[in-house]
């Protein structure tokens, strides 16, 4: 089926670092969506983008949605150890107008 | 709100037996939907439903059932459970649907196993 490219699949980082991770598709979507989830745990919603150029923050959380529509990205600022999780991208849209999720971004924080 | 809630949180079965994952949700959300999660693969879409008594294919429906008979009710029925099937199931519910903002929101998800 139809999934996400999303890069990178995993992250081993020091505590204060910064972090960058993106989703690109041959699709072009309506809605992209930032999900975190933590071990045993759902997806929690993180940043939600509807234009393509917007630019979103939640806390230590940016995300971007790309201009042609077939990317975004998620930056951390000053991770800390309870970033640990990981982090998936979604689009809405393209050929099936279904939510499709890219395979995840395992982040690892060393205090 | 409770938001959207799964039940069993863990399961354990045995090939060719029978059974339901129950999700309910009290945000008065018209779209459910259910996912599958499986190490490397990222959720992929199982079922959905745009409303009552409206229900869907996903992306891997073979194996499953659903039903929606209620606003806030969309139980997901394993017909005769194989070991494929093991993996991490979660239920999502979003409003609004087919809008500009429609964002989806998850349950804590079911684990399953099949023996």
């Known amino acids: 089926g139809q999934q996400l490219n999303q890069s990178p699949q995993s992250m081993f980082i020091q505590e204060g670092e910064d972090v960058s991770m993106n989703c690109t598709s041959s699709?072009?979507?309506?809605?992209w969506l930032w999900y975190k989830q933590d071990p045993g745990e759902g997806p929690v919603l993180l940043i939600a983008l509807y234009k393509a150029g917007e630019l979103t923050s939640n806390g230590r959380l940016t995300a971007q949605f790309g201009i042609t529509r077939k990317d975004s990205f998620l930056n951390i600022s000053a991770s800390i150890p309870s970033d640990v999780g990981i982090y998936f991208c979604a689009g809405l849209g393209g050929a099936t107008n279904k939510l499709i999720f890219g395979t995840g971004t395992l982040l690892a924080v060393q205090p | 709100n409770a938001g959207v809630t799964q039940t069993p949180k863990f399961q354990v079965l045995k090939t060719g037996q029978s059974m339901t994952l129950q999700c309910a949700q009290d945000?008065?959300?018209?779209?459910m939907s259910w996912y599958r999660q499986d190490p490397g693969m990222g959720l992929r879409l199982i079922h959905y439903?745009?409303?009552?008594?409206?229900?869907d294919q996903g992306e891997v429906p073979n194996g499953y059932n659903v039903s929606r008979s209620t606003t806030e009710d969309f139980p997901l029925r394993l017909l005769s459970a194989a070991p494929s099937q093991t993996s991490v199931y979660f239920c999502a519910s979003s409003y609004p649907r087919g809008t500009t903002k429609e964002t989806q929101y998850f349950g804590p998800g079911t684990r399953l196993l099949v023996l």
């Open positions: 439903s745009v409303g009552a008594g409206i229900t």
């Open positions: 945000m008065n959300h018209e779209y």
């Open positions: 699709s072009i979507f309506n809605t």
